[in-house]
C-alpha cells in the first residue's frame, strides 16, 4: 500500500456542477431514507469525473455536505482507494497492476517503460498528456500484465501486455486515438491463445442428446433434465413430474406399495396425510387407570414417553403488579418544567449523543430514555423544531431505537434492586 495524502497545492475552491449533481441525488435515492451516505463512493466517482480527474480537499467538502457527512469520513474513504486521485493526474491516467500475477508475467517490463516515457511513479508528463501510478490486483490476473486506463470518456482495461503493446497503446491515445481495449495479444478475452479447443458447440443443451435412462438404473426413468427455453429466455425443467403431485392418497392404492403387506400400518405415508385425530374416549379409560390419578395424552398409537403422564395440579402463578409511583405510563415529549420524574438519564448513552447534544436536548425538555423511546415521527418533528440542532439525526442515528433498548436495560435494573 501507498502512503495517500491529501496534495499540497490545492484550488482556491471547487463546484459540481448542476449535471453531476443530478447524478449523485440518483445514487442516493438507491438508499433508503436517512442511508444517503451509502453513495459516497459513486458521489466522489462523479465528483472526480466531474472535475479533471482528481479530488481537491474543496471537492471531498463539497461531497460531505451533499451527502450529510462529516467531512474526516469523507477523507477516510478517499485517501483508502486508490481508484480516487489526489493530485492532479495527466488527460489519460494509467493504473498499472504490480501484484504478483502481474508481476511474474512481466510488470516490471511495463514499469521501466512508462518511467522513462513519462516519469517516476506519480508524476505527468511534460505535455500533460500522460500519468501513471502503481496499484494493487485488478482483478483482470488471467490477462497478466494489465493496466488501466482512465480518462474523461472511459477507464479501459488493457491486458496481455508487453511494454512495446503498452507504449504502442499510449501512442495511439496521446494521438488522439481510440486503441482496442482488453488484451493486446490477439486472444478473445481469457480464452487460450488461438482460440479455445473444447465447449465449442453454441447451444449445448440441444446439443446433447435427451436422458431417459439413468446411468445405473435398471428401468427407464424420466429425468430431472433442464432445457433453455427461447419465450421465457432461462432453463426451465422439461419432462420431470415431481412425484408428490401424482401420488394417491391413499398407500394402498399406490402403484409403489402393491404387493405390500400393508396390515402393520402405512408402510410410505404420503407427505399430505391427514394428521390422526385425538382420541375421543378419555385414553386413561383405555389404559384401566384411576381417572383421577392417571391421564394418557396418547392418540391412537401410544407413544412410551408420552402414554404415561402423572396429573398434578400446578399452583396457578399471579402476576404482581409492579407499582410505580414516580414514573407515568407514558412520558412527555417534553418536560419543560425539568426533571419531574427523577433523575435524568445519561443520554450520551444514545450513539450520537455527546456532552453538547445532551445539554441541548435538556435545555429543550428531554431528560430520559424512556422519554425518547414513545417519540413518534410527529414527536420528533417537535423536538427537531425546539431545539433547532437535529435536523435528520435522530432517525439517521435510531436514537428511539438506542432509547428503548436503554429503557428496558434501565427497567431490568431497577426491578432487580427492588
Ligand atoms: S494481479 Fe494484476 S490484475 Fe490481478
Not at 511474474?104 to 508524476?123: C, F, V, Y
Not at 505535455?127 to 494489465?146: F, T, Y
Not at 504502442?168 to 481469457?190: I, Y
Not at 402476576?319 to 438519564?345: H, N, W
Request: net charge positive.
Amino acid at each position: 500500500m501507498s502512503t495517500r495524502r491529501l496534495a499540497i497545492r490545492q484550488p482556491e475552491s471547487f463546484t459540481l456542477s448542476a449535471a453531476a449533481k443530478k447524478e449523485i441525488a440518483g445514487w442516493v435515492k438507491k438508499y433508503p431514507k436517512a442511508r444517503q451516505r451509502s453513495a459516497m463512493i459513486p458521489a466522489l466517482w462523479i465528483a472526480q469525473k466531474d472535475g479533471d480527474g482528481w479530488l481537491p480537499e474543496a471537492a471531498l467538502r463539497a461531497v460531505g455536505d451533499l451527502l450529510d457527512m462529516a467531512y474526516i469520513r469523507v477523507y477516510e474513504v478517499a485517501t483508502f482507494y486508490t481508484m480516487f486521485n489526489l493530485a492532479p493526474v495527466g488527460v489519460h491516467h494509467v493504473q498499472l497492476c504490480g501484484t504478483t500475477p502481474c508481476w511474474l508475467r512481466g510488470s516490471d517490463d511495463l514499469i521501466a517503460m512508462l518511467k522513462r516515457k513519462i516519469g517516476p511513479k506519480g508524476s505527468i508528463s511534460e505535455d500533460g498528456k500522460l500519468s501513471w501510478i502503481e496499484v494493487e490486483c485488478l482483478g483482470s490476473c488471467a490477462n497478466a500484465p494489465m493496466v488501466q486506463i482512465s480518462n474523461a470518456q472511459s477507464d479501459h482495461y488493457y491486458e496481455d501486455l508487453t511494454a512495446d503493446t503498452l507504449e504502442a497503446v499510449l501512442d495511439k491515445l496521446v494521438a488522439g486515438g481510440a486503441p482496442g481495449q482488453g488484451p493486446q495479444n490477439g486472444r478473445h478475452t481469457s480464452e487460450p491463445k488461438g482460440g479455445t479447443k473444447v465447449l465449442t458447440t453454441q447451444n449445448l443443451s440441444k446439443a446433447r442428446g435427451k436422458l431417459t435412462k439413468l446411468p445405473n438404473a435398471e428401468t427407464k426413468a424420466k429425468i430431472n433434465y433442464y432445457e433453455w427455453d427461447p419465450k421465457e429466455r432461462r432453463a426451465t425443467r422439461g419432462g420431470w413430474v415431481d412425484p408428490k403431485l401424482n401420488a394417491n392418497p391413499d398407500p394402498k392404492k399406490r402403484p409403489d406399495n402393491a404387493g405390500k403387506d400393508m396390515s402393520a400400518g402405512l408402510i410410505d405415508k404420503p407427505a399430505f396425510a391427514a394428521k390422526p385425530e385425538r382420541a375421543s374416549e378419555p385414553a386413561s379409560k383405555k389404559l384401566g387407570d384411576k381417572p383421577s390419578e392417571v391421564v394418557s395424552d396418547a392418540a391412537d398409537v401410544p407413544s412410551p414417553r408420552k402414554a404415561v403422564k402423572t396429573k398434578t395440579k400446578t399452583k396457578a402463578w399471579k402476576r404482581t403488579p409492579v407499582k410505580s409511583d414516580a414514573v407515568p405510563s407514558k412520558p412527555k415529549v417534553l418536560y419543560t418544567d425539568g426533571p419531574s420524574e427523577g433523575d435524568p438519564d445519561d443520554l450520551k448513552k444514545i450513539k450520537g449523543i455527546g456532552p453538547k447534544f445532551e445539554a441541548n436536548l435538556n435545555a429543550s425538555g428531554v431528560y430520559y430514555y424512556r422519554q425518547i423511546a414513545a417519540w413518534k415521527a410527529a414527536d420528533i418533528k417537535t423536538v427537531e423544531d425546539k431545539a433547532d440542532k437535529f435536523t435528520g439525526q435522530i432517525k439517521r442515528d435510531e436514537w428511539v431505537k438506542q432509547a428503548k433498548a436503554l429503557s428496558k436495560h434501565a427497567a431490568g435494573r431497577t426491578k432487580g434492586k427492588t
